[in-house]
């Protein structure tokens, strides 16, 4: 079956570094899109980053633009999430999720998550 | 970047009824447009992609509408495993800026 397995999560100080991976099982992940989408404590989602499904295409959420970085190895199954220069508005869980359809858009697999503590 | 509202931002519903969730875009997603429930401690689960397709496995009793800038989500015989946080998402625009409205809980009323 489908999973998709986050890992790399703790607690690390603001401005410091921390590296997401996900390790996709059960579908044909270089034929995919993939998203990291978070979600602070108590709030709702907020899509950070999509790739394509070769790695040709990346793009960003504004309040990550420039200090994350979303890539990928096919050859491995994994996607990777380096975020630098950590701030405390970074505390969240962490999802993997495919992406499908128009502009890899929607997303029908997810994670479990991993939990970032950005503090000092 | 298109903004999405959800409305409201909570409803109360007995079981057996009927929900009706609205999200509204600041500008147009054409059909671009997909709903999440979310359940606490639980990651996301696609129901709607295209604003109207049920995804895999999604009962019948979900059906979401609308196009451009006003969509719905609506839940008829709500059961009590329905009672949960649900999300639009928009993934119309280019660059892709995906956005997710801020969400609707549904409550046992």
């Known amino acids: 079956q489908v999973q998709l397995v986050e890992s790399g999560g703790g607690v690390v100080r603001p401005g410091r570094s921390l590296r997401l991976s996900c390790a996709a099982s059960?579908?044909?992940?270089?034929?995919?899109?993939m998203h990291w989408v978070r979600q602070a404590p108590g709030k709702g989602l907020e899509w950070v980053a999509v790739?394509?499904?070769?790695?040709?295409?990346?793009y960003y959420g504004d309040s990550v633009k420039g200090r994350f970085t979303i890539s990928r190895d096919n050859s491995m199954n994994t996607l990777y999430l380096q975020m630098n220069s950590l701030r405390a508005e970074d505390t969240a869980v962490y999802y993997c999720?495919?992406?499908?359809?128009?502009?890899?858009?929607?997303?029908?697999?997810w994670g479990q998550g991993t939990l970032v503590t950005v503090s000092s | 970047e298109i903004v999405m509202t959800q409305s409201p931002a909570t409803l109360s519903v007995s079981p057996g009824g009927r929900a009706t969730l609205s999200c509204r875009a600041s500008?147009?997603?054409?059909?671009?447009l997909a709903w999440y429930q979310q359940k606490p401690g639980q990651a996301p689960r696609l129901l709607i992609y295209?604003?109207?397709t049920r995804a895999t496995g999604v009962p019948a009793r979900f059906s979401g509408s609308g196009s451009g800038t006003e969509f719905t989500l609506t839940i008829s015989s709500l059961q009590s495993e329905d009672f949960a946080v649900y999300y639009c998402?928009?993934?119309?625009?280019?660059?892709?800026?995906?956005?997710f409205g801020q969400g609707t809980k549904l409550e046992i009323k």
């Open positions: 999720a495919s992406g499908r359809g128009y502009n890899y858009g929607y997303s029908d697999y």
């Open positions: 059960g579908f044909t992940f270089s034929s995919y899109g």
């Open positions: 790739i394509w499904y070769d790695g040709g295409f990346k």
């Open positions: 500008q147009s997603a054409s059909t671009n």
């Open positions: 295209g604003a109207s």
């Open positions: 998402h928009q993934y119309n625009n280019w660059p892709p800026t995906y956005t």
